[in-house]
């Protein structure tokens, strides 16, 4: 079992690809399989070696779905893309091992101090990571910034400056945690791609600073080789149970080295195709971990400066069936 399947493939059409081009690389037979709710409507599904409908991730057969696929396609790691399948998929570890399939997740305990924001910002403290100040939203100080405790794809976030801007629905959020505003004039935005070993070992850190976001996700961005790498190894180096690539978002202020840490994805991020480009190929890693049994050793060869300019770009399927 040497098959690789990627979840909820949607547009993850260049990770796709990077493992593919991996692989023929290596000179291994590996196929590259996905799942999606509609493939005929998953540019990256169509692109792979085949792509295999499921259900919703919440649905009570999702799983069963996942290990039929498995046994079928002769898979031998799963990599997902999405942070609602994480939990789902760590809770039933057990059920694919056992299958002969092993899961690039961490443990579950990670996954969810991961989905929960105020657990996140417990973390970092833990690890001796600064985060940026709580702020009282009923004695507040301006500016100030609040987003959604579970959200994701930056959504719902506000940048409240003044006491008009602190309306009574921001105030009645439920969801909303309430912060110092991290003025971007001082400090640049981050985010961080971090690759564990299945010693629970970091074993690559590649800081890739976001010049510009669309929807959350990364449309212009550039790597940097700073400060960021050995603080990361020094507080983050070795952590139990977690496993494959995780990315962290933070913020930092080069003139004295400071660190706040906002936000970890346990999973590949959609920008994490710039680290590929500079040289950092986790995609490899993975495969030599999980299906040639190999170790891997930390890395920190890999380029600095690498620049990642993202364009809308098309895929075209004639007579397609829906």
Known sequence: MNNILITSAGKRVVLVQIFQRTLQEMGLGTKVYTTDMRPGMAPAGIISDGCIPVPRCTADNYIDSLLDICKEKQ??????????????????????????????????????????KRLTKDFFSQVGIAVPKPVDKYHPVFPMFAKPYDGSLSTNIHVIRREEDLSQEILNDPKLIFMEYIDPKEYREFTVDMYFGLDGCVKGIVPRERIEVRAGEINKGITRKNGIVSLLRQKMGALPGVRGCICLQLFYRESDGDVKGIEINPRFGGGFPLSYYAKANYAGYLIREYLLGEAVDYSEAWLDRTLMLRYDNDIIVYDAEE
């Open 75 to 116: 898979i031998g790691v799963v990599i997902p893309t999405i942070d609602t399948e994480l939990l789902v998929l760590a809770d039933n570890h057990q059920r694919f091992m056992d299958q002969g399939v092993r899961l690039a997740v961490p443990d579950k305990e990670f996954i969810r101090i991961c989905r929960d």
